[in-house]
């Protein structure tokens, strides 16, 4: 609308209201760091190639089809858009809203235009494209060009057609270029002299956009195109999708602390590359009873959950252990539990669908991988979950049609990039039912609570579908106790200190054994601790040949003593070592008698040797032996990755970094309104890019000082066209032709008045 | 939640609550697909393998059904990977099938065209096969196989995954008229039952607890085939008491029936033969195999399968076209070679548990008792410096041993008693010190059964006996049996030995089985597993210090 047009891009954002440039700059990041300086440089960078490409992507194909319209009409109202796409006005202009909010087109005074870039970024035949070259500047009215096209004979319309479905240009071989339509002699004459073909250098002739339009009934399609593919769906009762997705949440739940705390005592080394080995990797899956895709996925999201980090062994290898977060998350309840892993997952750009692939130059992908990531990955999760979330109460994807009809729909919805969307998307509907956020294809009822950001109902709501733990076990004879459903997690983990875990799943069967009890000692414990506590998690007696096992063990145990020394002192004279024992100044050196004949000492052998002298006795070293170390297996904890200590501070360094970023465009703004005109002659290397560029998107000619080979500086009158790669490519007014200029030798850009 | 009595574990056990209301019911549905794994008081164990899914398939039960069983009684949601797994399974078997052609002889038929591809493709089956023809069905693929590889073929398509149907049938045999002379006792039911499975199913195994038998249900399938017999038995004193049974219990007289082994080399219309016979190799042959087509065998009976040598089993192979039949107590094999078991003998046709037969009154209870004594310190000194291989011999044959087994037998008067073990030194020593007679490998036939027929009689009350006792001797007045040593840890060994206490008692007796280990030694390790077999089997122990034993 003429009205309230803009003369040039930097003008409307200008005039934009915080809100809606904070909205710009959150959709388009990219245009925010680093900050522009002023809304004449967030103008220019919103207009680069590689920024434009980026907005591009996040468009789904209607308003593809709404900007190629544009692209095509050149420069129109909006009620003249919403004429030429086969859709429903209303969702026109809510597209073309969208497009100018996005700055993919601006308003003009002339009213809606695309960015000069956005045409060379929808090459034809990219997704969303009509095919259709622009309208020619000197198109006539569509009614004259259809009054043509009935005038046509069969053969020249037959050609149009096939020129327009061939993708709108031709040679015209033999043909006349320049011909009067009563001299036509061929189809093709006929055609070139009505201009519904237009030469285009060469013998090359192009179907300019006015007739492609009109050949297609006054619209850029011939198909409506605001229509999403529909997802092919089937009924299932929803309590039992939610009683199978709670099922498969605490499997997941269940194996990832398994895994966590087979690592702990037993870390897989991380490769130098940065991964977890492939038979590390194979090995978990035998011991977790999954696949290897699914064991990949459940370590990638314990790391995404910020349970699992690399760290050094003790033996100084990298591995990946354990970090401390996972105690304070074994400690929560399943449901808890289940909602750290499936937020980490959410957010997650981790790629585990990859593993066990091959890259393009056939390395195996591992799982763990730092390149295994991918940006688009969070976007494609969300959004096949939303699909799932759209579905109506009762109805779940279709067998077999289902998941091709999800991706469908999303290829509709971004249709651009990336290429792997539709794996991206499969992966997705996997994962999600091995988390138990869906299953049969419907996405549980949790599941969706938590979708709409209500963690904690989401985790309510599981709880009340998960088996109730049990507070017992029942005891065999064969040494085993069963536990007939989900342990108490702290009974479980007594448990599993006295008796080894032989079977799990909804119950576990644990497995006493001499070496089980004694590792029960080793913690402290004692054989009336064990007995007790045996005694009371049974519902049923204590079998016989149990309590046997633990007094028999109890017998052994400790027979034999070890302890910490630094060095020993023997002599066959005990009554030298009771002196020495009992000497006031041998307090310090930590003696300690442990047979008649022998002292042990917990001062180092250099340090005790000098001191012993001290003391007027004369210590000959025996030998160069080694001391014992006696060290229990501990656990291994990495310190917590720092961006999961806290997930609502990065929410909020985000809006404080947007809200940064629009002050200093502001900032900039006000310094160039306040600087006196002459000043911008002289211009930075940005502020000439960027006048460059506003005098493309405006059309307007400018004034450049321009130091040529020889060092000459001259002032020329251009029209900018593009400005790429470092080199303006402009009409020179002076040689009156298209020419290029090095950016870089660009001194000076001064705007021209319209009328000068 | 579903409240019923079987929880499924996602590594393929089934854990059934015996105390559930629906228990009883929730065994008898997945008996027939499911291994009964352990069965201690509380919880029993089953396991799904692809044997039992297949034996389930071949007993003529479909994946529906056992989905729909698992899903009915499961407390807590059944894996959906484990359901994929057991359909996937099942649906494996059969879709091979073995046939007689009337003009190629014997064919491997498929509908499936892929999976015959797969199998011919194979190196294991290229020399068993040969050209394909058509086999005048539509949308069904045949090759025909090489006569003589019927049971190689089937070995071999287990092994890949993908058991055949054998269709093929048997041949009659040579008949013999055999009856069962039941005018003194009955056939048991469970007997009769056995019988019938396995004669309906063609060939396959029966496993029956010790003393519930077994030697009926081989007579019951003789009196059904009513041909000639091959029985192969482990040794001569089984193949008498096999052919003393025999008598007694059918139509045939002494005459019909000839004993082949070490000593005796009769082929009659039934002929037992015992595996080490068979198996003798002398200059690289087996001079003794020609048995096997003597006669036109109509039936061959296998009596505890689960000790078949490995040479017996390459002959079975070739003796597909002949009705076999298994006969064991377990079905675990030391050597995991249950798979061969199956393919060359053939699915399991009847399985009943050990504690329901005793609950019948068929067998008798038994008292299980670990003594552990304690190694004087010398003998500990001399097994911790030991060799290995030294050690477990060290430790079962300490002197303090005798002493309790004396104590034992002290504490028992007037039961009949056996005591058994490995090693001959310490069987030497145990004689002289109870005073008692020795059944060792050396001791003549005719001194054993002397023996044995003493001790049945009530003649001599204690018995020391080598593991030359341990199948198939029938002595059913044992009621105590004390163990001082065994074949290291044998599972099916420590169930033999229990067996023979279980023949029926009068009076409902309840039998003792002592073991007697030393403390903190292989042999204590040893008796561990041989006891968590027994408890297992639902036989709770009691586990009792040397000193504690007569007080």
Same mark, same amino acid.
């Given at each position: 609308m003429a009205t309230t047009g803009h003369r040039t891009l930097a003008d409307q954002l200008r005039s934009w209201s915080d809100e809606r440039l904070s909205r710009l700059l959150r959709e388009r990041?990219?245009?925010?760091t680093p900050a522009p300086h002023d809304s004449g440089q967030l103008a220019s960078r919103a207009a680069t190639r590689s920024s434009v490409l980026r907005a591009l992507d996040q468009l789904t194909r209607f308003e593809l089809c709404v900007l190629d319209a544009l692209v095509v009409v050149g420069q129109t109202s909006r009620e003249g858009l919403a004429e030429v796409v086969r859709a429903t006005p209303s969702a026109v202009l809510e597209a073309a809203d969208r497009l100018v909010d996005l700055v993919l087109a601006w308003e003009s005074t002339q009213g809606l235009r695309p960015l000069s870039t956005v045409a060379e970024a929808l090459?034809?035949?990219?997704?969303?494209?009509?095919?259709l070259h622009p309208v020619s500047p000197e198109a006539p009215a569509p009614a004259v060009v259809r009054r043509m096209l009935d005038e046509l004979s069969p053969a020249a319309r037959g050609l149009l057609d096939h020129v327009l479905a061939s993708g709108g240009t031709a040679t015209s071989g033999t043909?006349?270029?320049?011909?009067?339509p009563e001299d036509a002699e061929t189809p093709a004459e006929e055609l070139l002299a009505r201009r519904l073909l237009l030469p285009r250098g060469g013998a090359g002739v192009v179907l300019p956009g006015e007739v492609g339009i009109a050949l297609r009934g006054g619209r850029?399609?011939?198909?409506?195109?605001d229509e999403p593919p529909a997802v092919a769906t089937s009924a299932r009762e929803p309590s039992l999708v939610d009683r199978a997705a709670a099922g498969a949440a605490f499997e997941a739940v269940r194996r990832v602390e398994l895994v966590l705390d087979q690592w702990g005592l037993h870390p897989p080394t991380a490769l130098r590359s940065g991964g977890l080995g492939v038979r590390d990797l194979r090995a978990t899956a035998v011991d977790l009873h999954v696949d290897e895709p699914t064991a990949a996925l459940l370590v990638e999201v314990a790391s995404a959950a910020g349970l699992l980090s690399t760290a050094a062994a003790p033996d100084g290898t990298p591995c990946w252990i354990p970090t401390d977060a996972f105690d304070r998350w074994t400690a929560a309840p399943t449901a808890e539990r289940w909602l750290t892993l499936v937020r980490a997952w959410l957010d997650s750009?981790?790629?585990?669908?990859?593993?066990g692939g091959r890259d393009p130059a056939g390395k195996v992908w591992n799982a763990?991988?730092?390149?295994?990531?991918?940006?688009?990955q969070v976007e494609a999760r969300r959004m096949a979950l939303d699909a799932l979330r759209t579905l109506p109460v009762g109805e779940v994807l279709a067998t077999g049609t289902g998941v091709p009809s999800v991706v469908a729909q999303l290829e509709w919805r971004r249709?651009?990039?990336?290429?792997t969307r539709a794996d991206q998307v499969v992966w997705a509907l996997d994962e999600a039912t091995a988390l138990g956020v869906s299953a049969l294809g419907g996405l549980a009822s949790y599941a969706a609570t938590l979708l709409d950001d209500r963690g904690d109902d989401a985790a309510a709501a599981l709880a009340a579908l998960l088996p109730p733990p049990v507070d017992h076990v029942l005891l065999q004879a064969d040494l085993t106790a069963i536990a007939?459903?989900?342990?108490e997690s702290q009974l479980a983990r007594r448990l599993q200190l006295v008796a080894d875990v032989e079977s799990r799943g909804g119950a576990t069967v644990y497995r006493f054994t001499p070496e089980s009890v004694r590792r029960a000692f080793d913690t402290g414990w004692t054989a009336a601790e064990v007995h007790d506590f045996v005694g009371s998690v049974s519902r049923t007696p204590v079998p016989q040949p149990l309590s046997y096992l633990v007094d028999d063990t109890a017998r052994t145990f400790g027979t034999i003593r070890v302890g910490h020394a630094e060095a020993f002192l023997r002599a066959d004279d005990d009554t030298a070592l009771t002196e020495l024992l009992h000497?006031?100044?041998?307090?310090?050196?930590?003696l300690r008698r442990i047979a008649p004949t022998v002292l042990v000492s917990s001062t180092p052998l250099d340090v005790l040797l000098p001191r012993l002298r001290d003391l007027g006795v004369a210590p000959v070293v025996e030998a160069a032996y080694g001391t014992v170390h006696v060290a229990r297996p501990d656990l291994l904890r990495a310190r917590t990755?720092?961006?999961?200590?806290?997930r609502s501070v990065a929410a909020a360094r985000e809006t404080a970094r947007v809200a940064q970023v629009v002050t200093a465009i502001r900032a900039g703004d006000r310094a160039e309104s306040g600087?006196?005109?002459?000043?911008?002659?002289t211009l930075s290397p940005s502020g000439s890019m960027a006048a460059l560029r506003e005098a493309i998107e405006a059309g307007e000619s400018v004034l450049i000082g321009y130091v040529d080979n020889h060092g000459t500086s001259t002032d020329r009158l251009v029209d900018p066209v593009a400005l790429e790669g470092g080199t303006l490519t402009a009409h020179d007014h002076r040689s009156d032709d298209t020419r290029t200029f090095a950016v870089h030798r660009i001194t000076t850009v001064r705007a021209v008045p319209a009328d000068a | 939640m579903n409240d019923g009595p079987l929880i499924v574990q996602s590594d393929k056990t089934l854990l059934l609550e015996?105390?559930?209301?629906?228990a009883d019911d929730c065994r008898k549905a997945i008996a027939p697909f499911a291994e009964l794994e352990r069965s201690p008081e509380h919880i029993h164990t089953y396991r799904l393998t692809p044997l039992g899914l297949w034996n389930a398939r071949a007993a003529g039960h479909d994946a529906e059904q056992v989905v729909d069983t698992l899903l009915e009684y499961s407390r807590y949601a059944v894996p959906h990977a484990l359901l994929v797994d057991v359909a996937e399974t099942m649906a494996r078997y059969g879709r091979l099938r073995l046939e007689k052609h009337p003009i190629h002889g014997l064919v491997l038929v498929s509908n499936d065209r892929p999976v015959l591809e797969e199998v011919l493709r194979a190196k294991k089956v290229a020399g068993m096969i040969g050209e394909r023809i058509?086999?005048?069905?539509?949308?069904h693929w045949a090759v025909v196989v090489h006569g003589s590889e019927r049971g190689n073929l089937k070995q071999a398509l287990l092994k890949l995954g993908w058991p055949a149907e054998d269709y093929a049938g048997y041949v009659d045999g040579e008949a013999h008229p055999i009856f069962l002379d039941e005018s003194e006792w009955q056939l048991r039911s469970y007997q009769r039952e056995a019988a019938d499975s396995f004669w309906h199913g063609g060939s396959g195994v029966v496993v029956l607890p010790c003393g519930a038998g077994k030697t009926l249900v081989g007579a019951a399938a003789m009196a059904e085939a009513k041909a000639t017999t091959l029985i192969l038995v482990t040794n001569t004193v089984s193949a008498r008491q096999w052919k003393d049974e025999l008598v007694r219990r059918t139509t045939l007289t002494a005459d019909e029936i000839g004993e082949y082994s070490g000593s005796v080399k009769e082929i009659r219309p039934v002929t037992i033969a015992t595996y080490q016979v068979l198996t003798t190799k002398r200059k690289g042959v087996y001079? $003794? @195999?020609e048995l096997l087509d003597a006669r036109d065998w109509g039936l061959i009976v296998y009596d505890e399968? $689960? @000790?078949?040598?490995a040479p017996i089993f390459r002959m079975t192979a070739d003796l597909q076209a002949r009705r076999r039949l298994g006969l064991t107590a377990?079905?675990?094999?030391e050597d995991g070679r249950e798979g061969d078991v199956f393919s060359l003998?053939?699915?399991?046709?009847y399985d009943a548990p050990w504690k329901d037969i005793e609950a019948q009154g068929w067998i008798a209870p038994a008292d299980c008792v670990e003594v552990r004594v304690t190694l004087p310190s010398s003998e500990r000194l001399t097994y911790a410096t030991a060799e290995p291989e030294e050690r477990y011999r060290l430790a079962s044959c300490t002197h303090h041993k005798i002493s309790v087994v004396e104590s034992l037998v002290a504490s028992h008067p007037g039961q009949p008693t056996l005591v058994i073990g490995q090693y001959i030194e310490q069987l030497d020593e145990l004689a002289a010190a109870l005073d008692a007679p020795v059944i060792k490998g050396e001791t003549s036939v005719k001194e054993r059964q002397r023996l044995f027929d003493a001790f049945r009689s009530g003649e001599v009350g204690l018995l020391v006996v080598s593991k030359?006792?341990?199948?198939?001797?029938?002595?059913?007045?044992?009621e105590v049996a004390i163990q001082v040593?065994?074949?290291?840890?044998s599972r099916q060994e420590e169930a033999q030995r229990l067996g023979r206490l279980l023949r029926p008692k009068s009076e409902g007796k309840t039998a003792h089985f002592y073991t007697i280990v030393s403390r903190d030694t292989v042999d204590a390790d040893f008796a561990a597993n041989r006891q968590r077999f027994l408890a297992e089997q639902g036989y709770a122990y009691r586990i009792v210090d040397a000193e504690d034993v007569g007080a």
């Open positions: 990041p990219d245009l925010a090459p034809p035949g990219s997704p969303g494209t009509s095919g043909a006349r270029q320049t011909v009067l850029t399609t011939a198909d409506p195109v750009p981790r790629m585990s669908g990859l593993v763990l991988a730092p390149e295994l990531a991918s940006p688009h249709p651009r990039r990336p290429r007939p459903g989900p342990l000497h006031p100044k041998a307090g310090t050196l930590g990755p720092k961006e999961q200590r806290g600087r006196p005109a002459q000043a911008t002659t | 015996v105390d559930h209301e629906r058509d086999p005048a069905l539509p949308d001079p $003794h @195999l399968v $689960h @000790l078949l040598p377990t079905l675990v094999r003998i053939g699915p399991k046709r030359v006792a341990n199948f198939s001797i029938d002595l059913p007045s044992a040593s065994g074949s290291y840890g």
